[in-house]
C-alpha cells in the first residue's frame, strides 16, 4: 500500500526551528518529485515547497523561501522539511504528497501534521 | 508567481443537481490544472489531472474540462458525499492552488 507518514510537529515559539519528516512506503520514492502543502486553520491549501526525484531541484514559495528548507533521503524513503525563524502564520497543519509522475499533480497524500506557533 | 482564481468561493445546492465550478489562471498553463476534493480535518484527494483526467477510482460523475487559462470541474449528478470543498492546483510553473470552492446543502 502506498503510505506517507508525517511527524515532528508540535508546538514552537516565534522565533524558533522545527523539522518536519515524511516517511514513504510501497512506492519507488526516489522516482517521484515531492512536496509540502500546509492549511491554516479555517483557512485553504498553501503550497510551499516541492522537491524533483532523483535530481533534488528545489522549489520554495515566497512565504517561506529563506526560511524552509526541503531535502530528501532517498536512501531512507524520506522527505524532510527543516522551518527555522518560524512566524505565528506559520501555525498550520503540514501534509506531504507524492507527485502522479514528475513535477506535476499530487495523488497520495498524508495524514498532516499540526504545527503551532505561539509563545 | 501564477494566480489561480476560483469561483464561485461557496455554492448550494441540492442532491441531483449539476454544478460546475470555474478555475481561471493568471497566464496560460495548457492544461497543466488539477482538481481536489477535501472534507473536513482529512488529507485532499485528487480528482481529475491533465485537466480532463479522472484519477483511478473517482467516480464518472466528475469530469474536467478547459485549457490554457479558462478550467472547470463538473459534477453531473450531486450526491450527498460530494459535499465538501474543491481546489484546483495548476503545476505548469511551480504549483499554486485556487482559493477554493465550498458545496454545501440547500
Known amino acids: 500500500e502506498v503510505q506517507l507518514l508525517e511527524s515532528g510537529g508540535g508546538l514552537v515559539q516565534p522565533g524558533g526551528s522545527l523539522r518536519l519528516s515524511c516517511a514513504a512506503s510501497?512506492?519507488?520514492?526516489?522516482?517521484?518529485?515531492m512536496t509540502w502543502v500546509r492549511q491554516a486553520p479555517g483557512k485553504g491549501l498553501e503550497w510551499i515547497s516541492g522537491?524533483?526525484?532523483?535530481?533534488?531541484?528545489?522549489y520554495y514559495a515566497d512565504s517561506v523561501k529563506g526560511r524552509f528548507t526541503i531535502s530528501r533521503d532517498n536512501s531512507k524513503n524520506t522527505l524532510y522539511l527543516q522551518m527555522n525563524s518560524l512566524r505565528a502564520e506559520d501555525t498550520a497543519v503540514y501534509y506531504c504528497?507524492?507527485?502522479?509522475?514528475?513535477?506535476?499533480?499530487?495523488?497520495?497524500w498524508g495524514q498532516g501534521t499540526m504545527v503551532t506557533v505561539s509563545s | 508567481a501564477i494566480q489561480m482564481t476560483q469561483s464561485p468561493s461557496s455554492l448550494s445546492a441540492s442532491v441531483g443537481d449539476r454544478v460546475t465550478i470555474t478555475c481561471r489562471a493568471s497566464?496560460?498553463?495548457?492544461?497543466?490544472l488539477a482538481w481536489y476534493q477535501q472534507k473536513a480535518g482529512k488529507a485532499p484527494k485528487l480528482l481529475i489531472y491533465?485537466?480532463?483526467s479522472l484519477q483511478s477510482g473517482v467516480p464518472s460523475r466528475f469530469s474536467g474540462s478547459g485549457s490554457g487559462t479558462d478550467f472547470i470541474l463538473t459534477i453531473s449528478s450531486l450526491q450527498p458525499e460530494d459535499f465538501a470543498t474543491y481546489y484546483c492546483?495548476?503545476?505548469?510553473?511551480?504549483?499554486?492552488f485556487g482559493q477554493g470552492t465550498t458545496v454545501d446543502i440547500k
Open positions: 510501497g512506492f519507488t520514492f526516489r522516482k517521484y518529485a
Open positions: 491533465a485537466a480532463s
Open positions: 522537491i524533483s526525484g532523483s535530481e533534488g531541484r528545489t
Open positions: 497566464q496560460d498553463i495548457r492544461n497543466d
Open positions: 492546483l495548476q503545476d505548469y510553473i511551480s504549483w499554486t
Open positions: 504528497a507524492k507527485s502522479v509522475a514528475g513535477m506535476d499533480a499530487f495523488d497520495i
